[in-house]
Nanobody, 130 residues
Framework: QVRLLQSGGGSVQAGGSLKISCVFS?????????LAWFRQGMGLEREGVAA????????TYADSVKGRFTISHDDGANTFYLQMDKLESEDTAMYYC??????????????????????WGQGTQVTVSA
């Protein structure tokens, strides 16, 4: 069992930056492997934004955020982050963190698919005004 608690988010003007955080707790049996951020805009499907393996390895990004967003993992604090720079109005969405415990190898494509992840944060709104 893994629990996730998000913080951060809010409103910013286009071109600005925001950082959102996700603290996770493990039950001593299940250990997290892949950590990811997803977002869901109004009336849209949930889409993968970025993913990283525990310890900060093998970061993967959606094309729409490459060069602007950075995912990182503070292993000692059981916290991972999404630093969002050069924000655009199209980035407006509810953002969710997600985690998958260690197990079979997954493909690069699977890293950004919602069905890959079992554990989810509560969501945090990010609004970017033009």
């Amino acid at each position: 069992q893994v629990r996730l608690l998000q913080s951060g988010g809010g409103s910013v003007q286009a071109g600005g930056s925001l950082k959102i955080s996700c603290v996770f707790s493990e039950d001593g049996v299940d250990r997290v492997g892949w950590l990811a951020w997803f977002r869901q805009g109004m009336g849209l499907e949930r889409e993968g934004v970025a993913a990283v393996f525990s310890g900060g390895r093998r970061a993967t990004y959606a094309d729409s955020v490459k060069g602007r967003f950075t995912i990182s993992h503070d292993d000692g604090a059981n916290t991972f982050y999404l630093q969002m720079d050069k924000l655009e109005s199209e980035d407006t969405a509810m953002y969710y963190c997600a985690a998958r415990t260690r197990g079979p190898v997954i493909s690069t494509e699977q890293r950004l698919l919602p069905d890959t992840y079992r554990y989810w944060g509560q969501g945090t709104q990010v609004t970017v005004s033009a």
